[in-house]
């Protein structure tokens, strides 16, 4: 058994064989302490406080987001696994899947350094996993704008006498039933769009006083506009 690893993973899998142990283990006990965050960049920070200078930034980043990807897919696919099993499966998909020439002998003990900690990763992993787990997930939108004329034909004259205008809504969005990206199409007119401009307005205020009551309360919130 193996997984399909996404081509932009293959340079981050070799990257993270050429590190130390010691180096794996200071990358995995920074991670397991940092605050629980969806912020890439507020994690990255704490390695400039500790003099983490070893790592190119851009290599860590693109490391935690392969961490954050391995934990949510492992949630939501292969929950069944334990790490020992999770890790074996990685390793024989990297060889299978990214270079049967390259050597892989690093690769188990990292994943084990990685896994044994990386608290912050494994709980944002689960909370995206968590915030997903719908029927449709909305991936995108736009709103295609159109004026239509309008043609006056009797007495056989056909010539336009006024305009109108239309809109139409595209939602883009991923059904998890069927692993597929689909694509949704409604028409609006102007007194539909500030339907929606009140809606929307009106649910971005709840979010404001739903994490103003959490912060009250001192409970812990992973602020999803961290993650654009």
């Known amino acids: 058994m193996s997984i399909a690893i996404p081509d932009q993973h293959h340079i981050i899998f070799k990257k993270l064989c050429s590190y130390t142990e ?9 991670l397991d302490n940092a ?22 930034r851009d290599d860590l980043s693109n490391i935690i987001d392969v961490l954050t990807s391995l934990f949510t897919f492992r949630k939501a696919q292969l929950d069944d696994l334990n790490d020992d099993e999770f890790i074996k499966l990685l390793l024989d998909s990297a060889i299978d899947d990214i270079d049967k020439e390259y050597d892989w002998s690093n690769l188990k003990n990292i994943f084990n350094i990685l896994f044994s900690k990386s608290k912050t990763i494994k709980v944002a992993g689960k909370a995206l996993d968590v915030t997903s787990d719908h029927s449709c997930v909305y991936r995108d939108s736009r709103i295609l704008s159109d004026i239509r004329p309008i043609f006056y034909d009797e007495d056989g004259d056909e010539s336009i006498v006024t305009t109108t205008t239309t809109h ?26 500030k339907n929606l401009q009140e809606i929307v307005e009106r649910a971005i205020e709840k979010e404001k006083k739903l994490i103003d009551f959490l912060q009250a309360a001192k409970l812990s919130h992973l602020n999803s506009e961290d993650l654009i």
């Open 22 to 30: 010691d180096q794996v283990t200071t990358i995995a006990e920074i």
């Open 35 to 56: 605050p629980l965050t969806f912020s890439t960049n507020e994690i990255l920070e704490l390695f400039v406080v500790k003099k983490v200078n070893w790592i190119e």
């Open 168 to 193: 139409t809504l595209k939602i883009t969005y991923n059904d998890n039933n069927d692993s597929k990206i689909n694509n949704f199409y409604i028409a609006l007119d102007i007194n539909d769009l």
